[in-house]
């Protein structure tokens, strides 16, 4: 699979209405982006999803607040009651004091007799009201938790809203109340969450998504198998498979129910297969980030069973960024922060524990993002296990097809909506129970107290689609990321590339690594001088776009995406802006290295010249 070139602001790939990346084809174009200026954001048709309020969820709070709302509100919409009261929450911690008490919420259910029954059974839709002040707590919790519904819920309830087949539980008093003045001073729907502002309301080649034109995502899979009617039975096949894949015990390719009468291929097995380990120690989430939010306020419930209450968590390593935000915002005793995950980080948490401090959990990477730096997980666990603190592990980059690490761990966290999809247009979580973990029994038991399954049918029917092939894409993808490796580290003018392969920390990566594994998709390289960077990036024939673990090889300046208003500080954690992040895909090896190779030689003219 090869995804090339694509315009700016555009879907990658090319005309997928659920994509999970966009295209931001050079480097003053991320800038622009980071900056908020016209000429990128009026462009953007999409983004990652919890940084870009795709089209149709805008256009359903569009609909949702011409129908209920009142002057100056806008609308943040989540899959169930209780994310709605979480944000509510959060808004009272960080907002102003009234802010919190100004918030509507309305639960949305499906009419009997009107809707079709499935839907009756289980679809969910709750909005937020909020008064527009509140605009950047919105978008900082729908960032930070990945809390919000996805865009196929948003087009599925937008469909039963317009026919009269949802309508608020309780109907709110007052609502739909019109504004008294001029025109221009009315209640103008914003897409702040966005930080676009209105830009999602508005198709900008003729398609009026507010004026009921959108057409939805015409994928044959679904429209033309399934209808428009969720079909549950197909729903729960797909969940399950899903949890038995992720578990090891389900290799088959075949359609569903089929793949789930098959025996298992033993030699296709891979190695995180327990007999001890259930599918239903493994829950399903909307996304990776709420995966991780969920699994840090699941222990927190815990830690009143533990006696571990009112504990700091601790982020250990340069992590992707959202996962300390919610250690730092969401633990009300805070979090303790390693920024370099090294031995000498190691001796001072030991030093600390020894001297009588006590931790909640301590969240890693393994490896780390952007940097690709391994952390010594057995010292972690025989730290954890003597000072009695929980140790969750992100396992998205080097996926459980490479490393083993659940016997080490407590829960095992992943973003599905990477490599283990692949297609870029449907997101997905998971956090997997140790079963040997010796907190085991008490976490399934808060787990199965604390979990609502809020992950969408046609999300989760996609995402099974989409791994059947999972196993057969990684040995490619690790063949292809060693074949630029060696082409980058070879270079004139490149400064240091990061992979596990090559890393210092590497001999605690091969600890883990399975029989057949390899060191994974993901690759960062650094240059002398941002003009440097700017000049590579530019000239790479290559989709360029946020997100990672695509069939297809997606490149980004990560540092400036991810850290654009706190780049000293991530510079002083080794983490530089003159950084291009590879997320190496399908393609063939020999034409993925001669398309990086010209952007070396586009380098090489600059100083030849």
């Not at 998504?209 to 679904?222: D, I, K, L, M, P």
């Not at 074949?483 to 003018?493: M, Y």
């Amino acid at each position: 699979m090869s995804v090339s070139y694509s315009p700016l602001g555009q879907p990658i790939p090319a005309d997928t209405p659920h994509a999970v990346s966009v295209s931001l084809p050079t480097w003053r174009s991320n800038v622009g982006y980071e900056e908020g200026q016209e000429w990128v954001t009026a462009k953007m048709q999409t983004g990652y999803p919890r940084f870009f309020v795709q089209k149709p969820i805008t256009a359903l709070a569009e609909l949702i607040l011409r129908l209920h709302g009142r002057c100056n509100e806008g609308a943040i919409l989540f899959p169930c009651p209780g994310a709605a009261a979480r944000f509510c929450a959060f808004v009272k911690k960080h907002g102003a004091p009234d802010d919190a008490a100004a918030i509507r919420t309305l639960n949305f259910a499906p009419v009997p007799g009107v809707a079709d029954d499935a839907a009756t059974k289980v679809l969910q839709l709750s909005a937020a009201l909020y008064p527009n002040q509140c605009a950047k707590l919105a978008k900082i919790f729908w960032q930070h938790t990945g809390e919000g519904i996805s865009s196929r819920r948003a087009e599925y309830c937008r469909k039963m809203l317009e026919d009269g087949a949802l309508t608020p539980k309780i109907p709110s008093k007052d609502t739909a109340r019109d504004c008294k003045g001029p025109r221009r001073y009315r209640r103008q729907v914003s897409s702040e969450i966005n930080g676009v502002q209105d830009v999602a309301l508005q198709e900008t080649d003729g398609n009026a998504v507010n004026g009921g034109t959108y057409h939805g995502e015409q994928v044959r899979f679904v429209e033309e198998r399934y209808g428009r009617n969720l079909n549950l039975e197909m729903t729960g096949q797909a969940k399950l498979a899903l949890r038995r894949r992720i578990a090891g015990s389900l290799t088959s390719t075949v359609d569903l129910p089929k793949s789930l009468e098959e025996p298992v291929n033993l030699e296709q097995q891979p190695t995180r297969s327990d007999e001890a380990l259930s599918p239903f120690d493994i829950f399903l989430y909307p996304g990776g980030m709420n995966a991780i939010y969920h699994t840090h306020q699941t222990i927190l419930t815990m830690s009143n069973v533990l006696g571990t209450s009112n504990r700091k968590a601790i982020c250990f390593g340069f992590p992707y960024i959202d996962t300390l935000k919610v250690l730092e915002k969401f633990n009300p005793a805070g979090c303790l922060f390693y920024g370099r995950g090294d031995s000498n980080d190691l001796d001072d948490l030991e030093n600390r524990l020894q001297s009588g401090e006590r931790f909640l959990a301590l969240f890693c990477e393994f490896p780390s993002n952007p940097l690709l730096r391994t952390p010594d997980l057995r010292r972690l666990k025989a730290l954890a296990d003597n000072y009695d603190f929980l140790l969750v592990v992100d396992e998205t980059i080097g996926n459980f097809l490479n490393i083993h690490i659940l016997p080490f761990v407590d829960v095992v966290v992943s973003s599905l909506t990477k490599v283990f999809s692949g297609d870029s247009n449907v997101m997905g979580g998971a956090a997997v129970l140790n079963p040997h973990s010796r907190h085991f029994q008490t976490l399934k038991r808060t787990w199965e107290l604390e979990y609502e399954d809020m992950y969408w049918p046609e999300d989760a029917i996609f995402l099974e689609r989409n791994s059947r092939d999972f196993i057969s894409r990684i040995a490619r993808i690790n063949d292809n990321a060693e074949a630029i490796v060696s082409l980058l580290s070879a270079a004139a003018h490149v400064k240091d590339v990061y992979y596990p392969m090559t890393s210092d920390t590497r001999p605690f990566y091969d600890a883990h690594r399975t029989p057949k594994g390899g060191y994974g998709g993901l690759l960062s390289v650094t240059f002398h001088n941002l003009d440097d960077a700017a000049t590579f990036y530019d000239a790479l024939g290559l989709a360029k776009g946020p997100s990672l673990g695509t069939n297809f090889t997606l490149a980004s300046p990560y540092t400036l995406l991810a850290h654009y208003n706190e780049l000293e500080w991530a510079e002083s954690l080794g983490v530089p802006a003159a950084l291009v992040r590879f997320s190496v895909g399908l393609e063939d090896k020999e034409h993925l290295v001669d398309l990086v190779a010209d952007a070396l030689r586009a380098l090489e003219s600059k100083y030849t010249v």
